[in-house]
């Protein structure tokens, strides 16, 4: 299937979240983290921040915090099982901490294929506001593989 | 400030240890990524994979603490990867960095970081790139 380069220009929704400390402490522990800065509050206050750091990837997960994150690829007729992750890249601006209220806005950049089709990309810009001001912007290629 | 770290430099290795169901489960959950295709081994065989695999977002995480285990992480300001082979449940990957330019500024010098996972087999899953202004107030 080939997917209308017409999307190219669209935008989901603005999508809000207040980063908890609780979610923080479980990215660290899957990443397997023990610096204490991303997982004691007294720690990063020592360090100087006002509460825990967002870390640099965390950020990626924000756009996924809406009832069906996926449905903006489900709506373009794409299965999810045949989607992959191509690259994905991060600027950052400032940093975040717990208890920050950060608003994702997604926009579809570029969309193209490669092999005759077999392969589909769609690029994506993420900008990653706080109270409007920007904390980060994040670019995405994501691969859909039609068989 | 300055950087006494030059081109060529390498960080030290970071090994991650043995990436299992339970951490690609814990990932999910902390990150918010709920791809079943990386927590379902019958969604995975049903995609045409042999079993789950590690989220790339994971590995980008690994790459991170490599990153925030010697910068702070307020020196960061971009960091990039591509996705070039998929992780197997049961891998252990490794982490590397080298730095590849630095670039000396009146408000704190700019490095560029070259990064990359590795599986023990030499596959290469993630390749990318860090800049890190060293001395920056922000």
């Known amino acids: ?147 | 400030m300055t950087t006494t770290l030059k081109v060529g430099d390498a960080l030290p290795d970071l090994k991650i240890g043995r990436i299992t169901r339970t951490t690609l489960a814990l990932f999910a959950g902390g990150s918010g990524d709920h791809n079943e295709i990386h927590l379902d081994s019958d969604v995975a065989r049903g995609a045409g994979m042999e079993d789950v695999f590690a989220q790339g977002m994971l590995g980008m995480a690994h790459l991170s603490r490599l990153l925030t285990d010697h910068f702070p992480q307020s020196s960061l300001r971009s960091f990039s990867t591509r996705f070039a082979a998929i992780t197997p449940v049961s891998a252990e990957p490794t982490c590397f960095g080298e730095v590849v330019a630095v670039d000396h500024h009146p408000d704190g010098d700019l490095l560029t970081l070259d990064l990359r996972v590795e599986l023990p087999d030499g596959t290469v899953t993630l390749a990318g790139k860090a800049t890190l202004q060293i001395g920056s107030a922000s």
Do not use: C
Not at chain 1, 27 to 32: E, L, T
Not at chain 1, 105 to 111: G, N, P, Y
């Open chain 1, 1 to 147: 299937m080939a997917i209308s380069p017409s999307i190219v220009g669209t935008s989901t929704p603005p999508v809000t979240m207040t980063v908890e400390r609780g979610r923080l402490q479980l990215f660290a522990k899957a990443i397997g983290q023990s610096d204490p800065l991303y997982v004691d509050v007294a720690a990063a206050r020592a360090a100087g921040h006002p509460d825990l750091p967002v870390p640099p990837t965390f950020l990626f997960g924000l756009e996924l915090e809406r009832p069906n994150p996926f449905a903006w690829i489900e709506e373009l007729g794409v299965d999810m099982p045949s989607v992959l992750h191509g690259s994905q890249s991060f600027d950052y601006t400032t940093m975040a901490y717990a208890g920050d209220v950060l608003t994702a806005v997604s926009t579809i950049t570029d969309v193209y294929d490669k092999k005759g089709g077999a392969l589909e990309f769609l690029d994506r810009v993420t900008h990653i506001t706080r109270d409007g001001d920007p904390i980060a912007t994040l670019t995405q290629t994501t691969v859909v593989r039609n068989s």
